[in-house]
């Protein structure tokens, strides 16, 4: 709702999504999901702020996306898949707003990961445009 003004509160908003990302909500993951639509709205609005936060973003949605393709929970498939995709959305975002550097970051995690759900997470990321 804020549009460009969001820039003001960009800090503060930044801890809350990064306290969101960590934790999982239970079996419908519904705070994740929001807060994934919420960091997609922040990127698109605050595009030329986010290089400098990157790293930080990079790393969270990364560790997000393992920790859901490694739950073992009571987290329907469906709803794991939602946050795959949302992760995915908001790291090619990142990287359009970043002038492919999210690309390059990943070339080495691609090489290096072997669960096929991540790599396929990765692999759309490298071949956005």
């Known amino acids: 709702r804020l549009g460009?003004?969001?820039?003001?509160h960009l800090k503060r908003l930044e801890r809350v999504i990064l306290g969101y990302l960590e934790v999982s909500d239970g079996p419908e993951e519904e705070a994740r999901l929001g807060i994934l639509e919420t960091l997609q709205c922040t990127i698109e609005h605050a595009w030329p702020r986010m290089p400098c936060r990157l790293a930080v973003l990079l790393q969270a949605l990364?560790?997000?996306m393992w920790d859901v393709h490694t739950e073992h929970g009571p987290?329907?498939?469906p709803v794991k898949a939602a946050l795959l995709q949302g992760a995915t959305e908001?790291?090619?975002l990142l990287d359009r707003c970043?002038?492919?550097q999210v690309k390059v970051l990943l070339e080495g995690v691609y090489s290096s990961c072997e669960e096929n759900r991540?790599?396929?997470c990765i692999r759309?990321?490298?071949e956005s445009t």
Not at 4 to 8: A, D, K, P, S
């Open 4 to 8: 460009i003004l969001m820039v003001r």
């Open 62 to 64: 990364l560790k997000m």
């Open 75 to 77: 987290t329907p498939e």
């Open 90 to 92: 908001c790291l090619i």
């Open 98 to 100: 970043s002038q492919g």
């Open 118 to 120: 991540v790599r396929e």
């Open 124 to 126: 759309r990321v490298q």
